[in-house]
DNA sequence: TCATTAAGCGTTG
DNA sequence: CAACGCTTAATGA
């Protein structure tokens, strides 16, 4: 049901796991199995107890929350390649958000103890929880930003900036395949708003919109829309 | 009034 | 067959 990943995998997915000698690799493995999630399906609900840190093998994954007002806010998606959930972890705390598999997705569990053992033990390790932290830090200021500013492209390029991230999605690319629907949800835009910022963007030239799927050039030219004057 | 949305449907790759 | 474009009716600012 929920088999240990394999060698193989763990490298396909988890660049972390390359700057690890191969004892602690090996622990590592052996802390992590696989899981299937259906698309639309909660992974788990906010105020969940979920003590695993997550890797996303295959799908992509939304973090989301709803207001007491029933008013649903996105926050980031997470594509293959990305690992989430230290925070909850190190803390021990319930959930903050609901974690949605936005398509079929396929997830890799690591156990807290695993967790607490590699950041107890491995330099390597914590190296890169540190590296990742630092990553999303300025993401998270960045998507402040775009709040405030309430403009659907700007929004839309935030979103895919994040998941267009080579340090913390190295798997993914210049190419991502992810239909505008998903888009608009990860963005919590209707699919008409998203389709028409979408082309606002392409006609900037910072990305193309092809068939299920965005392509853009270079990361820096999609993470630094919008360039209006100096602020 | 004007803008935006969800829903349904037709087209297309 | 799923992604996308287009139309339409409802909603609301």
Redesign the pocket.
């Known amino acids: 049901m929920t088999p240990l990943i394999s060698a193989e995998r763990l490298a396909a997915i988890a660049r972390w796991s390359h700057d690890l000698p191969e004892a602690e690799r090996e622990r590592a493995r052996r802390g992590i199995v696989e899981k299937n999630y259906a698309a639309g399906s909660y992974i788990c609900h906010l105020g969940d107890r979920f003590d695993v840190w997550t890797g996303v093998i295959d799908g992509i994954v939304k973090l989301s929350t709803s207001s007491d007002s029933g008013k649903l806010i996105s926050f980031a998606g997470l594509p293959a390649g990305a690992w989430f959930g230290e925070g909850t972890v190190l803390k021990s705390e319930p959930r903050r958000y609901d974690l949605v598999a936005l398509r079929e997705t396929r997830l890799a569990l690591m156990d807290a103890a695993t967790f607490f053992w590699l950041f107890e033990n491995s330099v390597a390790f914590n190296r890169f929880l540190v590296r990742q932290l630092n990553e999303r830090l300025g993401q998270f200021i960045g998507l402040v930003e775009t709040d405030r500013l309430l403009d659907a492209p700007a929004r839309i390029a935030r979103a895919l900036a994040f998941l267009f991230n080579p340090e913390l999605h190295p798997a993914v690319g210049l190419h991502l395949a992810i239909?505008?629907?998903e888009i608009g949800l990860l963005s919590g835009?209707?699919?008409?708003?998203t389709?028409k910022a979408l082309k606002m963007l392409e006609e900037a030239q910072v990305l193309r919109v092809d068939?299920?799927g965005i392509s853009i050039r270079a990361w820096g030219e999609l993470n630094a829309y919008p360039m209006r004057g100096n602020r």
């Open positions: 239909t505008q629907e835009l209707s699919r008409q708003a389709n068939r299920a």
